[in-house]
């Protein structure tokens, strides 16, 4: 089995190192879920109010329900630790429950450690190791069933004793896909799924969709001027950039790109910009560089002086999200810019999301933004950074 000291450069566990914050988080949290179970166990005893263990006016069936949906949450309060270290990974969370109680916790921490499932049975003390063979581990998406960097998280599961899993998600891999759930109940598992499976599935959604439709998650993002321009124009015509982010969205931006396993630039950006493309204002590793290969962009180019790949611009674009998937192990794309690139992935419906900025500045003339409808897409968040507006639309 690998160890995070076996598989990281110096830098990675620098980054790393950086989720201890995290785990503070995580540790508190669990204090807080034991201080309610013990609370609900004593109004239980003195027949006081509901509890989740022993509640004698709801079935069996309703009292289990609440319980698995109880740990289920706290199976995903754990695997959002893991965010910006796992990719192409999933995040996931999982818990070990046996006689009231939790027992062990986990998640995956980074890509090529130990799976989630290890890391909750391993952390079980050796004084209550006799009780997993009547324990419940709870896990955010189904176990493993293959050879990976790790052993399948399924065959530990069965070899361990545990007799009954709960699973929040189903694994799309076609590697996985329901085999690790039938392999755990032909060996006598009880498994109950779909607990909270739209909160496990929209954790990782970046995951999901890449594994369903075989291109990365993408991401169309830009910044414009209050009155919708991306750039300015000079008296000659030439677009010159405008600084439309301030320090606070731009650090939240940032944080955007720490989660995207890849982040494109067309070309004209790429010669006119020489963007470096890099995670500076956000704790997180770079994202791997993404272009159309050009003889207008110079050898010295930024793009190029780090890991990047150069697209056939003759070659479909969907075709060349689902060679970014499937060569290069790219499940979630950043799109930057500029506005042609963006308007080409907009006409041809290939994004999953769109980050639009627009600033308090106001341009008067210049480069348009790139139009799309609204109409059939999700306004799932609107934040305000120092004046600016944040939108976040989903298909």
């Known amino acids: 089995m690998e160890t995070p000291d076996e598989i990281m450069s110096d830098s990675e566990y620098v980054l790393y190192s950086q989720s201890e914050a995290r785990e503070a988080e995580i540790r508190s949290g669990m204090e807080m879920m034991r201080e309610e179970l013990k609370d609900m166990r ?38 959002r ?102 392999m755990l109940r032909e060996a006598g598992c009880e498994v109950t799924e779909g607990v909270l499976a739209d909160e496990c599935r929209e954790l990782n959604r970046r995951f999901m969709t890449a594994q369903t439709l075989r291109r990365p998650y993408i991401q169309l993002k830009w910044a ?54 890099s995670v500076r204002h956000f704790p997180g590793r770079d994202p791997l560089r993404v272009t159309f290969d050009s003889p207008r962009i110079p050898p010295g180019a930024n793009i190029l002086r780090s890991p990047h790949v150069l697209l056939d611009s003759a070659t479909p674009l969907e075709e060349n999200m689902r060679l970014l998937f499937g060569r290069h192990n790219v499940s979630s794309l950043m799109v930057e810019g500029g506005a042609r690139l963006l308007q080409s992935f907009i006409d041809a419906g290939l994004y999953d999301e769109i980050r639009l900025e627009t600033s308090t500045l106001t341009a008067g003339a210049g480069l348009p933004s790139p139009t799309f409808r609204r109409d059939g897409l999700r306004l799932t968040a609107t934040e305000s950074y120092g004046g600016n507006r944040v939108e976040t639309f989903r298909r």
């Open 42 to 79: 004593s109004r239980c005893r003195s027949g006081q109010g509901d509890s989740l263990l022993h509640m004698t006016r709801d079935s069996d069936k309703a009292r289990m329900r609440r319980e698995d949906e109880a740990m289920m949450r706290r199976a995903l309060q754990l695997a």
């Open 224 to 277: 414009q001027s209050a009155d919708g321009f991306m750039a300015g124009t000079d008296s000659n015509g030439a677009h010159f950039p405008l600084h439309l982010s301030n320090g606070m969205s731009l650090r939240a931006m940032h944080r955007q790109r720490a989660l995207a396993d890849a982040i494109m630039a067309g070309t004209d950006t790429v010669v006119i910009d020489n963007p470096r493309l």
């Open 81 to 182: 630790a893991g965010e910006g270290f796992t990719s192409p990974n999933p995040m996931v969370g999982a818990v070990v429950t046996a006689r009231g109680r939790i027992i062990g916790e986990g998640w995956h921490r980074l890509y090529g450690a130990p799976h989630a499932e290890v890391n909750a049975i391993r952390s079980v003390a050796g004084s209550d190791r006799p009780l997993l063979k009547e324990a419940t581990i709870y896990v955010t998406l189904e176990p493993c069933s293959h050879y990976g960097k790790t052993p399948p998280c399924a065959r530990l599961i069965i070899d361990t004793g545990i007799p009954r899993v709960v699973t929040g998600a189903g694994d799309p891999n076609p590697l996985v896909a329901g085999r690790g759930i039938r």
